[in-house]
């Protein structure tokens, strides 16, 4: 099946560090979607991108689908203690409305 | 709040009983998914169901079904359960339309077989 590969896998970074973090796959996408999940929590829908080229901002988070549709980036900026989470790109699989996940990054903040 | 909800948040059940997990979708969501997430496989798509009717099978084992009732909210129901089987289990809605697929997942159902 189609599979999306995350990197990096984990990142320990300092208060007001911007990070970044990229989703790839060998198959072609129409949809590239960004969600956070915190401890005992499910995943937050953070940015969905639609378009080949796609730049979208939510606050200091910014997604980028990638031009060939194999890949999708995440930045965030200045990032704060609450940004400690893990990050899981996922886009539909195959057509149909199922989401596939990559195995995420998680992401550490030192104050 | 994702306007899903699920119920329990916690289950703890011996190997070999049945056990029944509930989700409630968001207002107008008529798609609803259920996905497994263990620290070694991650989140892995089990079954969807639209407006009542199963729509996408994943790798979902014999001994789990599921269903989606008039009112729209499902249920998933594992039996025989297995040690294996200890998993957050996820319920996430969408409303599926003008080509967007964005999912809304609840809190989950942590599930402990012992």
């Known amino acids: 099946g189609q599979q999306l590969n995350q990197s990096p896998q984990s990142m320990f970074i300092q208060e007001g560090e911007d990070v970044s973090m990229n989703c790839t796959s060998s198959?072609?996408?129409?949809?590239w979607l960004w969600y956070k999940q915190e401890p005992g929590e499910g995943p937050v829908l953070l940015i969905a991108?639609?378009?080949?080229?796609e730049l979208t901002s939510n606050g200091r988070l910014t997604a980028q689908f990638g031009i060939t549709r194999k890949d999708s980036f995440l930045n965030i900026s200045a990032s704060i203690p609450s940004d400690v989470g893990i990050y899981f790109c996922?886009?539909?699989?195959?057509?149909?409305?199922?989401?596939?996940f990559g195995k995420g990054t998680k992401l550490t903040v030192n104050p | 709040d994702s306007g899903v909800t699920q119920t329990p948040k916690h289950l703890i059940t011996a190997t070999g009983q049945r056990v029944t997990l509930r989700c409630s979708p968001r207002?107008?969501?008529?798609?609803v998914y259920w996905y497994q997430q263990s620290l070694d496989q991650g989140l892995q798509f089990l079954i969807q169901?639209?407006?009542?009717?199963?729509?996408a099978k994943g790798n979902i084992l014999e001994r789990f079904s599921a269903q989606q009732f008039p009112d729209l909210h499902s249920e998933l129901n594992l039996s025989s359960l297995e040690l294996g089987d200890s998993a957050l289990y996820f319920c996430?809605?969408?409303?599926?339309?003008?080509?967007?697929?964005?999912?809304?997942f609840g809190q989950g159902t942590r599930l402990t077989v012992v």
């Open positions: 169901y639209y407006n009542g009717e199963e729509r």
């Open positions: 207002s107008g969501d008529l798609s």
């Open positions: 198959s072609i996408f129409n949809t």
């Open positions: 991108l639609y378009k080949a080229g």
């Open positions: 996430a809605s969408s409303v599926v339309a003008g080509g967007r697929t964005e999912a809304f």
């Open positions: 996922a886009a539909p699989q195959g057509g149909s409305e199922k989401l596939v």
